[in-house]
């Protein structure tokens, strides 16, 4: 989806050229600051120790860092806050908020300095993301209209019943009423690796799962909260939410996608929409089905003893369930790859670094600067010496390859679905697109 | 069924509130008695730590540093009876630090044990202190040091809070064979360069080998190295080792000034370590409500997901004093937040401070703290614990000044040492005693109903 969307506004020669377009109305940073602050906090105490920067992969692209946008703000320089591109660097992680002695959350501010800048001058692949995703019923941020959707779902389908033996009957239910699990795609799939759909539907197959697509609302990616355009945010997780209220299911399971999760659920908190039912992230059913025994997955495949590392989406850790959903991770991980054979990332968890494609920094057009802040999860990555990177995610999932290719790196990113189906044996011939040879000699 | 925000519950044997050194060193001595344990606390003044974990630096009116903190305890026994140092055995003491640094040692943070006299230790402005405990990254330079080895300092293009020539120019007196050093660190964009960073990418092998040849290019005959301390946040024993393996040199970390790597090395391994345990830890939250009723004890508290209760049986308050939360300064008053208990504190505002910042005598505020009673119970208004349930451990407790005194890790230690001998002969003793078998008392997210 990166390069399909992918635009670079922010280019320093595109940027004088967009001076003399429309001008950013500076913002009063100290004032909405001074808002935002939860009761009984202030910005007084800041002890400008640091912490933020020195834990921040953004510190220093742009000449900014966390603790220079605050201090900035309480100097009341909001013409610079106001313009700096590096609101566009910043991925909205949380880690400064979360490493602050503090709490004092500079995403806030970020968020607002991004809803400020006029939409004809934001980086194009976010905004244009955003627009897609508000003009049909699919909130795609790749513009697929619902019946694009079901027809490539049925073309899959069709494919996997007539060319893969035991799959004859496998469903991809569309907009089934009551289903237990309204489960959403993110766009990338349908739009460009359409196969990868396949290892998922085996998987709610196998565990017998009660679960349904939607034409509406089936998308999971939501670029316009990265815009900073709160209506937009709402336009689209109200479609949402009446598409799941529409069909009556009882839990939104959020596919492998970490964005998606959090604007959804955080969405429904701050814009009070009435959602009459619950909010799952996949990874904590992947989890209970294995402890239930529905889905008997094991390391026994993994004879050669391949290493694995798991990278913690910001979205769903740090920002959302917090390390109930990593240790989650983590039980899964181990469950399918072997306890030896997983390494964990340091740091890891909550603490955990984004790894660079969050924020929309990944559609933002701004790949040099991408890939400096990518250098941290490059080396975290590195430290573990793994074959491969798991992740729930797919921002993560493009970024991890990106500056895997980028900085020389010599492991591969893989998505849990695909691994699960490669345990259980029933991953087929042409959903083994992540897989590094080392993984299909084992099961070629 | 609108289920956006769902709380959640733990019960628990002892929950400890504060994730300073008090509250991590409490959580260790807990789980080692087996007692299920849960923390909770947002990060506070552990992330300033230099590393280093001092017993006794400085006792008031003596002008020269304590270089036998144990004889130095005596001394305090007789001149502040009441200084949470005077009220702890000096065999709990020796056992409290023991035990704290051999768990973070089995984590990959190896300490010098706590020995018969202090350690000169070398401070990021190129002074010295007294500590007990140096971290096995750090050992080679109160050594070289005290041999006035032929030494070399080396910084870093773009790191503030750490000049090599800082600490030459001010150590080199004393130490005729220190030189300084300046090199780019591999790899690295230019601009400002944090400790934490070049940490990280010391966990990489090949920053290492790369670091390795820039260091033998600049040790000229040395044969020792001083870095300031950057040696990998995870396992910094192995980095350590590593490079000292690369280079054929003998190498040491100097403490650097805030954000300084120490302080996250110890918060990311105790908080890896405890939840492995059998640890339910809430990191990096603050407890909003306790209290107490006949059955236990009620603390609420919430994360990014939402509201958190815990049920425990005993309580450990480490809560810190005012960078943390622990105490709060009012117009009129010093407070302690939580359950506002009473806070022993100067009479009136005037009298926090005195006339000179630097007056040797230092501040009555920073003796302000709440008082306790032998079983590390804090005291009521009446006079009389609390709760028979509540403990207080670290710097809360008053009539201590530990940066003047240079204890604050001694301090921590000692008082959550005897905080959960103390909770602990409670919960064994009350009715239902501790479990045999320690439940496992993390909750996991549970989809569904």
Redesign the interface.
Known sequence: MAAAIAAGPLRRADRTKQMAETAIAPLNFKEAALELLPPGANFDAC?T???C???CPA??IE?M?PRKFIRMAMLGMDEELSTTPWVWCCTLCKRCE????M?IDVSQLVFLARGNWPQDRKPKGIARSCHLAQLGDSTSAMGMPPDDFAMIVDDVLEEVRGEQPGFQHLAAPMDKRGAHFFVNQNSREPMSEPEEMVPLWKILDRVGADWTYSSKGWAAENFCMFTGDEEAWRNVIKKRVDAVNDLGC??WLNTECGHSYYTM?QG??RFGL????????LI??Y??WIREGKLPIDSRWNTKGIKFTVQDPCMIV????????A??MR?VVRTLVGEENFV?M??????NYCCGGGGGFLQAGMTDQRR?YG??KF??I??TSAAYVLTPCHNCHSQIEDIGRFYGGDYGVVHFWTLMCLSLGILGKNERHYLGPDLRALID | ?????QP?NFTTELAVIGSGIAGFAASVFAVNRKIATALAG????V??TTGYLDLLGRLDGIATAVTDPWEGLLHLRQTQPKHPLGRIAVADLRAGFDEFTSFLGSGGIAYSRAGDRNVTALTPAGTLKQTLCVPATMAAGPRAFAARAACVIVDFEGLKGFSSREVVANLGGRWPGLAAQRIGFPDM?R??V????MA??L??P??RERLATALQGVAGPARVIGLPAILG??RPDRVHADLERLTGLEIFEIPTM??SVPG?RLR?LL??AL?KRGVT????Q?VTGLGFDGDGATLDLR???GPIRIRARAVILATGRF??GGLEAHPDRIAEPLLDLPVTQPAGRADWYRERYTDVRGHPLHRAGIEVDAESRPLGRDGRPCSERLFAAGVIVAHQDWIRSRSGAGIAIATAYQAVGAAERYLRGSSGGLAATPSLN???????E
């Not at chain 1, 009435?274 to 992230?281: G, K, L």
């Not at chain 2, 944090?194 to 960073?197: A, D, K, S």
């Not at chain 2, 830890?281 to 990096?284: A, F, G, W």
């Open positions: 002890l120790c640091g912490l920067s020195s834990g510190s220093g000449n860092d979360y490493v602050c002695p709490n009882q839990v659920w429904v908190k009435d959602a009459r039912f619950r909010m799952d992230s904590t059913w989890a209970r740090r920002k959302s369930y917090g390390d109930a959903i240790e989650d039980f964990d340091q740091p890891n968890r909550s603490a400096i250098k941290r080396d975290q590195a430290a | 069924m609108n289920m956006i925000e959640r947002n990060s506070g003044a992330a300033y964009a601009g400002e944090y400790p934490e960073v990280r990418a966990e990489v090949a920053t946040v995870h805030p954000p996250v990311e908080e890896q939840p830890l809430i990191p990096q603050k994360d990014s997901y960078l943390s993390r909750q996991v997210v549970v989809p569904g």
